[in-house]
């Protein structure tokens, strides 16, 4: 196999710190993009995508559906508000390594705790700067995303050919089962009462935990709904027993087709007739659970600038997202889902960009889910209007039950 040399960005704004030394990147096909070391030094080594959004670094490094993945940054400077406690989306950052073009030289905001290099270095998480993040990108949209590595120091010192067997020898992200690794090990409880509501709770959720980004129980809290948080190996009695109102699924990484344990338990959500909303990697559940297949995409879909069509609406959102495999299901309006028991779904969503299904709507039983982010941090909030109408959802369920249940008292008479 050809190792193809790129010669890193000549900018003299570019950044070398004084603990930096010779880093690369080293994809695999060969192609090679040599910089400097940014955050740890070491090896990392994982899928490189491409993020397009220009705010929310930090947002980004911490949404655990990069878990084993190395982020390249397109927009060109990275670093200049610093890092703060706040922002973060989850415990930890969870990208296997970061790609940046002009790494700030110190950062430069009011909420700064620390720089974003010393909270990589403080994670252990490698980068790498001075590169060119445009041509790394073009290159990733033209050949897809694909098995990367990156080394620094010591490791960097290692020949072209030792380094890309390297590459070669990682696994793929196909077939990688991940939600496990991300979620938490106990469960938890988001109340409405700490994010500004007044009064007791409208309503309880069942939450899985997949790769949850912290602002989506927030989101529901806000709204008035209590948040059971469970780790990604709950059983349906572990749902049950916080008597919820509703089922949810996060965002999270890998395969959805390595997903058996959470497609089994939301079929028997279901079945119990549970209204369920999911998003991103709920999304590709939901569509697994109703026999559609899944497949991974050329490069994915990963920023805050994603436009997607709601087909009920004609309405265009401008979304956040992040995720490399995508819901194989028939456009042409409702049909029967392969699960016929479920019976009609339609696909409510669609990427203005490339036709991906971005929204799946069962119309026989109470389930809807989207492939982005309605959470949004750090934006946009197009999308929100969704955690409302997951609340409605499950007022009309809870009411139509209500009703089914005073019709069978008045016939018992």
Same mark, same amino acid.
């Given at each position: 196999? #050809? ?6 960005? !000549? ?17 695999? /096909? ?21 993020? =397009? ?5 930090? @947002? ?17 400077? +990275? ?34 705790? *620390? ?26 949209? $033209?050949?897809? !995303?694909?098995?990367?590595? +990156? ?10 050919? @030792? ?45 899985? /935990? ?11 809290? $806000? ?9 990604? =190996? ?12 509703? &089922? ?6 890998? /395969? ?20 369920? &909303?999911?998003? *991103? ?43 490399? &495999?995508?819901?194989?299901? #028939?456009?042409?309006?409702? !049909? ?25 709507? *069962?119309?026989? +039983? ?8 309605? $959470? ?13 109408? &997951? ?19 008045? /016939?018992?008479?």
């Amino acid at each position: 196999m #050809p190792i193809v040399e790129s010669n890193k960005v !000549t900018d003299s704004n570019a950044v070398t710190t004084p603990t930096s030394t010779a880093a690369v990147l080293v994809l695999e /096909d060969g192609r090679m993009f040599r910089g400097r070391s940014y955050g740890a030094q070491g090896t990392a080594l994982g899928e490189a995508v491409f993020a =397009t959004g220009m705010t929310g670094y930090q @947002e980004t490094i911490t949404d655990p559906s990069y878990a084993r993945q190395l982020v390249v940054q397109t927009a060109p400077h +990275i670093g200049n508000t610093g890092v703060n406690s706040e922002d973060a989306e989850s415990r930890r950052i969870w990208v296997a390594g970061y790609i940046v073009r002009d790494a700030a030289r110190r950062p430069s905001n009011w909420r700064s705790e *620390c720089s974003l290099d010393e909270e990589l270095v403080e994670q252990g998480i490698v980068g790498i700067q001075g590169v060119d993040t445009r041509a790394i990108t073009r290159h990733l949209r $033209e050949h897809k !995303t694909m098995r990367a590595g +990156i080394f620094s120091g010591d490791a960097a010192t290692a020949t072209d050919k @030792e380094l890309l067997d390297i590459v070669l020898a990682s696994a793929p992200m196909e077939g990688a089962r991940l939600a496990e690794e991300v979620s938490v090990d106990e469960a938890y409880i988001v109340e409405p009462k700490d994010h500004g509501w007044d009064g007791e709770p409208a309503f309880t959720i069942a939450a899985i /935990d997949l790769g949850i980004k912290a602002m989506t129980p927030i989101r529901f809290a $806000e709204r008035g709904v209590r948040v059971h948080v469970l780790p990604a =190996t709950a059983t349906l009695d572990e749902v049950k027993a916080v008597n919820p109102d509703g &089922f949810f699924m996060s965002n999270g990484p890998g /395969d959805p087709a390595t997903a058996d344990r959470q497609v089994s338990l939301l079929r028997s959500v279901l079945d119990e007739k549970l209204p369920y &909303f999911g998003i *991103c990697f709920g999304n590709q559940i939901l569509g697994r659970a109703l026999g559609y297949g899944t497949y991974k995409l050329r490069y994915g879909h990963r920023g805050i600038n994603q436009p997607v069509m709601d087909r009920r609406t004609g309405k265009v959102e401008i979304t956040s997202q992040n995720h490399g &495999f995508a819901v194989d299901a #028939p456009m042409n309006g409702a !049909t029967v889902a392969p699960e016929e028991r479920y019976g009609r779904v339609e696909v409510s969503h669609v990427s203005l960009n490339d036709d991906v299904v971005e929204g799946l709507a *069962c119309l026989d +039983i109470p389930a809807f889910s989207v492939q982005y982010h309605p $959470e949004a941090a750090a934006g946009p909030h197009d999308a929100a209007y969704l955690f409302d109408r &997951f609340i409605a959802l499950m007022a009309e369920t809870k009411s139509g039950a209500a009703n089914t249940t005073e019709t069978k008292t008045e /016939d018992t008479k």
